[in-house]
């Protein structure tokens, strides 16, 4: 069983919906992190994040320490979100910080 | 983009070749990684190093070596490429107060 889970693997939706992307993970923590990876192949960090809840733009992140659980959410969804969302987390002990990564949510967005 | 390139950006190679890929860094990070992605699985670290000349293996080291002479430079070594290390290889750097990490374009290798 991997470390981290996420939820769909794909997911496909009209313009506009509400996008939920699920991660589950099963180690210790100090920290959760969300990236973006578009069609082109670039990773770019979107939400790092140890409790509670971020917000930028129409992305909302949000983790749930005890249930070890955690959830990016888009409002208004549109075709440019398209793109691969990944699920990672840093691990309880400090140091050079090694990521453990899930396999990835691919979002589409129809118009 | 924290300041990160890779070379070359696509190559194809025949089995049993070397090849390199370097991660070139502007911005003085301390750590920096190496990672293969592949359909099905997660982004998997290779190496992985914590200053110059010190570097350590990651999951999936078996094949790959790497090297750290200058703070700038990680560079990712094939000794002798197989069909199995055809992925798409990102570097990623953290500067070392934080678990943030910045990655590279990725380099797109093809053994055949």
């Known amino acids: 069983k991997n470390e981290v889970e996420q939820s769909p693997q794909n997911l496909t939706a009209q313009e506009g919906e509400f996008i939920t992307i699920n991660c589950s993970y099963s180690?210790?923590?100090?920290?959760l992190h969300w990236l973006q990876q578009h069609p082109g192949g670039g990773i770019v960090s979107l939400f790092m994040l140890s409790s509670g809840k971020k917000k930028h733009g129409r992305l909302i992140a949000t983790i749930n320490i005890q249930e070890k659980h955690s959830s990016l959410h888009i409002t208004a969804s549109h075709p440019r979100d398209s793109a691969v969302y990944i699920c990672a987390v840093s691990p309880s002990s400090f140091g050079n910080e090694k990521l453990t990564f899930g396999t990835g949510t691919r979002l589409t967005i129809i118009p | 983009d924290a300041g990160i390139t890779q070379s070359p950006r696509h190559k194809v190679t025949e089995t049993g070749t070397p090849v390199t890929l370097r991660c070139h860094q502007t911005?003085?990070?301390?750590?920096m990684y190496w990672y293969r992605q592949d359909p099905g699985h997660g982004l998997r670290l290779i190496h992985y190093s914590y200053g110059v000349k010190d570097t350590d293996k990651g999951e999936v080291s078996d094949g790959y070596s790497v090297s750290r002479s200058k703070t700038e430079d990680f560079l990712l070594t094939l000794e002798s490429a197989t069909s199995s290390q055809t992925s798409v290889y990102f570097c990623a750097v953290n500067h070392g107060s934080g678990p943030k990490q910045f990655f590279g374009p990725g380099t797109r290798l093809t053994v055949l």
């Open positions: 180690v210790g923590i100090s920290a």
């Open positions: 911005e003085n990070h301390r750590y």
